[in-house]
């Protein structure tokens, strides 16, 4: 019984290795991609989008006159490179090229492009290596809730919003908030949804230059900005309504747990060594199927050579 299980067992596993090898080299050879960034000339196939990038943040995050400017006050310190360059070599301190140039995305480069498709990183992580606050406020925002992430507002190659102006952006989704908005006294007095939702960040620009709040909360600071001498006396707040707070709104509970969340939210490419796995244990699992056949036809040959060798004992 131990030797048919012994048997049936290396059956499977003789299954199991090819099945898992073949499954490796499928995902290995299904896209061949370049390890080092190349520089290709990208605009001769692609002069609309290259001429848009030339002249966005990405295409200038090296040659802007207000970067320079402030790169050179402070002494060229090599901390801003990983982000206005591409390809930077820490150790070495080089780089493979000024600005986030196409390679920062869309690498490692296929090949055979254009016959094949080039890879495309969207994801909030390629993002959030740079402007790190911006993602990390997002995490805690409606807009993340809702799957909505940074290529959905903003332009890949322009870095621009993806509407003519930041209000026609917000009513794309938010018809009817913005549709009751403009007959509020606030856009009356011509404030637009970001004056309040997307407020300039309190103090110092951080990492990744979080210009704005991007966690699309209103803060007290902003209504004050405004409302400053409007507040309410609290002598004059009715006894009932302080026995009766109004609870905080939702978002107030994710910004408290904000600390807890990381920056990644997509998830990371599957590793050839799982597809490896599954196609080895489909493999085993075949084997098995097919094993007790395998052993009865081993068993007949077995039995036709021992038929043989007695045969040719009698003859001689």
Request: charged share 20%; hydrophobic share 35%; with cysteine.
């Amino acid at each position: 019984m131990i030797k048919r299980f012994l048997f049936r067992a290396f059956i499977a596993i003789m299954f199991a290795i090819p099945f898992g090898l073949v499954a490796v080299a499928g995902v290995q050879a299904s896209v061949s991609y370049q390890d080092a960034p190349v520089d290709p000339e990208c605009q001769e196939c692609h002069p609309s989008v290259f001429a848009v990038w030339e002249n966005s943040h990405h295409g200038q995050a090296m040659s802007d006159p207000a970067f320079a400017s402030a790169w050179d006050e402070q002494g060229q310190p090599q901390e801003c490179l990983p982000c206005h360059t591409t390809g930077y070599d820490a150790t070495a301190g080089t780089w493979e090229a000024d600005g986030i140039v196409c390679e920062a995305c869309h690498a490692p480069l296929a090949t055979n492009h254009p016959d094949q498709p080039m890879p495309t990183d969207r994801s909030v992580n390629l993002c959030g290596s740079c402007h790190q606050e911006t993602v990390f406020e997002w995490q805690v925002s409606h807009h993340r809730s809702a799957d909505l992430t940074c290529v959905d507002c903003h332009g890949q190659h322009s870095t621009t919003l993806k509407g003519e102006d930041a209000q026609s952006l917000c009513a794309s989704c938010h018809r009817d908030r913005a549709s009751g908005f403009s007959h509020s006294a606030h856009s009356i007095e011509g404030l637009m949804c970001a004056d309040c939702h997307l407020s300039p960040n309190d103090g110092e620009k951080g990492q990744g230059h979080a210009a704005l709040d991007h966690s699309f909360h209103v803060k007290l600071s902003t209504c004050n900005a405004c409302h400053e001498y409007d507040m309410h006396d609290p002598v004059d707040v009715h006894t009932d309504a302080l026995e009766s707070p109004v609870d905080p709104e939702p978002e107030l509970d994710a910004m408290a747990s904000a600390a807890n969340l990381g920056v990644s939210v997509d998830p990371e490419p599957i590793s050839s060594i799982y597809f490896a796995l599954i196609s080895a244990l489909v493999g085993m699992a075949f084997g098995l199927l097919v094993a007790p056949w395998i052993e009865r036809w081993y068993h007949r040959l077995d039995m036709r050579d021992q038929i043989s060798d007695q045969s040719q004992g009698k003859g001689e």
